[in-house]
């Protein structure tokens, strides 16, 4: 049994594949948290990850609402379960929409100390990597590069992806 998968995405196959992806990954995180998420893209935006608009993932926050869940409070419920955030980006304005967000939902929490937000000039590396998990590739977590660009991406569960991934992203801490 593979314990990874590639998924090449275009406009005009597997458009939904990386986002369910995600919906699988951020699911899997909120029911069994990691000590450590670490989130690693150049440009970020406050994505809609979750559509909860009938409900159906009420059960991993109850204070969710039946309306679209997004990035930034996927990132403080993480954090609420007990994992430490790290997201490591770019020193640009459309970050910092994301950056501003994220900081105020921790701060109102009272977790502040739950994030870790790190900014390198040259940094193009991506990837999403929990304990359990490390999902990379050509990917930016924006609403272009889950829903329009042409991306590769893939999802491993190998621990020695895992643990090469964690050694690599904590050289940027």
């Given amino acids: 049994m593979s314990l990874s998968r590639k998924i090449f995405k ?3 196959a597997l458009q939904g594949a990386v986002h369910e992806v995600l919906v699988f990954a951020f ?5 069994s948290p990691s000590q450590h998420v670490f989130l690693v893209a150049p ?10 608009r009938l409900g159906q993932f ?20 993480a954090a609420a379960n007990g994992s430490h955030i790290h997201v490591l980006t770019r ?9 501003r967000r994220l900081k105020e939902a921790m701060a109102d929490a009272g977790l502040s100390d739950a ?35 042409d991306e590769t991406i893939a999802i491993s569960y ?4 895992i643990a090469q991934a964690r050694v690599h992203f904590e050289d940027y801490l």
Avoid: C
């Fill in 10 to 12: 275009s406009s005009t």
């Fill in 158 to 161: 190998e621990q020695s992806d």
């Fill in 91 to 99: 020193p640009d304005a459309h970050n910092q929409y994301v950056e």
């Fill in 115 to 149: 994030l870790n937000w790190k900014v390198r000039p040259l940094l193009h590396s991506k990837g999403l990597l929990t304990d359990r998990f490390y999902l990379d590739g050509s990917m930016n977590l924006t609403e272009s590069g889950v829903h329009l660009n």
């Fill in 43 to 52: 440009w970020i935006s406050n994505i809609v990850v979750f559509d909860n």
């Fill in 58 to 77: 009420s059960a991993l926050n109850p204070d969710w609402s039946k309306r679209e869940i997004r990035l930034v409070e996927v990132l403080a419920t």
């Fill in 27 to 31: 699911t899997q995180e909120l029911l």
